[in-house]
């Protein structure tokens, strides 16, 4: 008998801030994971831009409005894969107790958006190669199949 193995629609991790543990659940949803995907995109898009910037910037002020805009890019991504709950008990773990503003929990936060954009990429994937493998059986199958040419002899 086969067995098909699938994942859970919620995807489970763990964020280790110090002595805090923070438990995230990624909604890996059919009708969710195509929109994250999208969205993780399009912000690791601005990620990057933005990361370039920061590595040519040395004014603080500069840099700290590079921090704003890179929260402001990753936030709502990690906010719609996790939800609101999660995103704030990150914040408040950052600050040992103390909720603090998303730009201040970047160096985490990265972390975490590229965390649950490897998860919706990871689902994806093993959706194509479910495919990919579905499809390649029934290639197998009627390379098997025998010709009608041959059938007529």
């Given at each position: 008998?086969?067995?098909?193995?699938?994942?859970?629609?919620?995807?489970?991790?763990?964020?280790?801030?110090g002595d805090?543990t923070?438990?995230c659940?990624i909604d890996?949803?059919d009708?969710?994971v195509?929109t994250?995907?999208a969205?993780c995109?399009a912000?690791?898009?601005?990620?990057?831009a933005?990361?370039?910037?920061k590595a040519k910037?040395a004014?603080?002020k500069?840099l700290?409005?590079l921090s704003?805009k890179m929260?402001n890019?990753i936030?709502?991504?990690?906010?719609?894969?996790i939800?609101?709950?999660s995103?704030?008990?990150?914040?408040?773990?950052?600050?040992?107790?103390v909720r603090?503003?998303?730009e201040?929990?970047?160096l985490?936060?990265?972390?975490?958006?590229?965390?649950v954009c490897q998860?919706?990429f990871d689902?994806l994937n093993?959706?194509?190669?479910?495919?990919?493998?579905?499809?390649?059986?029934?290639v197998?199958a009627d390379?098997?199949?025998?010709?009608?040419?041959e059938?007529?002899?």
């Amino acid at each position: 008998m086969k067995t098909l193995k699938v994942k859970k629609s919620f995807e489970r991790f763990e964020v280790e801030i110090g002595d805090e543990t923070v438990t995230c659940s990624i909604d890996c949803t059919d009708t969710n994971v195509n929109t994250i995907a999208a969205k993780c995109i399009a912000a690791r898009d601005k990620a990057l831009a933005l990361d370039s910037i920061k590595a040519k910037t040395a004014n603080r002020k500069n840099l700290d409005q590079l921090s704003v805009k890179m929260a402001n890019v990753i936030g709502p991504v990690i906010r719609d894969a996790i939800g609101e709950k999660s995103y704030d008990a990150i914040l408040t773990a950052c600050g040992d107790g103390v909720r603090l503003k998303p730009e201040q929990c970047n160096l985490v936060m990265v972390q975490v958006f590229a965390t649950v954009c490897q998860a919706i990429f990871d689902r994806l994937n093993d959706v194509k190669q479910s495919k990919a493998a579905h499809y390649l059986q029934d290639v197998v199958a009627d390379a098997q199949k025998p010709d009608d040419a041959e059938q007529g002899r």
